[in-house]
């Protein structure tokens, strides 16, 4: 028996290296096409190695922002900048309350803010936050919140990439890289905003659809909601706009507005401010400059009010 337990553990541990000696060399060497367990994309879009980068250098904030990316795209830390006002933007592609959960074990301490501005929406508590976790894995020197994020999500691209992450940290293989400022159609602000200079939307068909909550993303979100009342911070929840057919589509969004007010402050601006589908978005979900520049000042104007 005892022999039986020897080997099986030889085996495990053996088969444990090849395993990752294998997935390293192969992921290094391969195109990512043919890494299709591997998500390993530092500088993606979104610009969350800058962001990442930037935020090691913030602290005592006014406003933190998080969120996906209505956050990031959706919040211009140089409007709230023009009202006085110190702020930074955490947000990230697809972010999900698991990953926001990570970034605030990471670097709330030191930011240190007085408020935090949340962009919440259904689609961030319905996904299983594979896409965003292997965003920061990628972007973000990893630790133990890492590991901790992969077991919550428990899904072996994100076990991979996390592997390869670590490998690539010890290494030090991301030292030297430098993401440029702009990209595309896309320009990283100093401050976590990424300004876009992508065209109008155009309406397309959208099915309707009911809202479901996954309950890993809602005990996340309920534990972000506990550590910022634990260190008085105050926390406003914000569903940013999203034109019109889009919003429309969910069967039960006064169910998800019920559930948002059950946490703490919350605003939807889609039944705040007005906008026009085809002159204030650039797509479905996401403002366009001119969008950004009035549901920024109406947001300002009720955290004034209020």
């Not at 993401?179 to 990424?194: A, H, I, M, Q, R």
């Not at 972000?224 to 969004?253: C, F, G, H, T, W």
Request: hydrophobic letters at 40%; a neutral charge.
């Amino acid at each position: 028996m005892k022999k039986f337990i020897l080997r099986l553990f030889l085996f495990v541990n053996l088969a444990g290296f090849f395993y990752i000696t294998s997935l390293v060399v192969w992921t290094l060497s391969a195109p990512s096409m043919f890494n299709p367990n591997v998500y390993y994309n530092i500088g993606g879009g979104g610009h969350m190695f800058s962001r990442l980068s930037e935020v090691k250098n913030q602290e005592d904030l006014d406003v933190l922002f998080l969120g996906a990316s209505s956050a990031y795209r959706g919040f211009d830390t140089r409007i709230f900048s023009d009202f006085g006002l110190r702020t930074f933007n955490l947000g990230s592609s697809s972010q999900t309350p698991i990953q926001t959960k990570v970034l605030l074990k990471r670097y709330l301490e030191k930011l240190n803010p007085k408020a935090v501005i949340f962009a919440v929406n259904p689609a961030i508590f319905n996904m299983d936050g594979v896409e965003s976790s292997c965003d920061i894995i990628a972007n973000d020197k990893n630790d133990l919140n890492s590991l901790k994020m992969a077991l919550r999500i428990n899904n072996i691209k994100t076990y991979n990439t996390l592997i390869y992450g670590f490998t690539r940290d010890f290494m030090g293989l991301n030292t030297s890289f430098n993401e440029p400022v702009t990209k595309g159609p896309d320009k990283y602000v100093s401050g976590g905003f990424v300004e876009t200079e992508r065209g109008f939307y155009q309406p397309t068909q959208i099915e309707e659809k009911e809202i479901s909550i996954n309950p890993n993303q809602l005990k996340s979100f309920t534990k972000i909601v506990q550590m910022l009342e634990s260190k008085n911070i105050e926390l406003i929840l914000v569903y940013a706009p999203i034109v019109k057919d889009e919003y429309r589509m969910y069967n039960n969004i006064g169910y998800f507005d019920s559930l948002m007010m059950s946490y703490s402050k919350y605003y939807n601006f889609n039944e705040i401010v007005s906008l026009n589908d085809t002159l204030h978005y650039y797509d479905a979900r996401h403002l366009n400059q001119n969008g950004v520049s009035l549901f920024n000042a109406k947001l300002i104007e009720i955290i004034y009010e209020k």
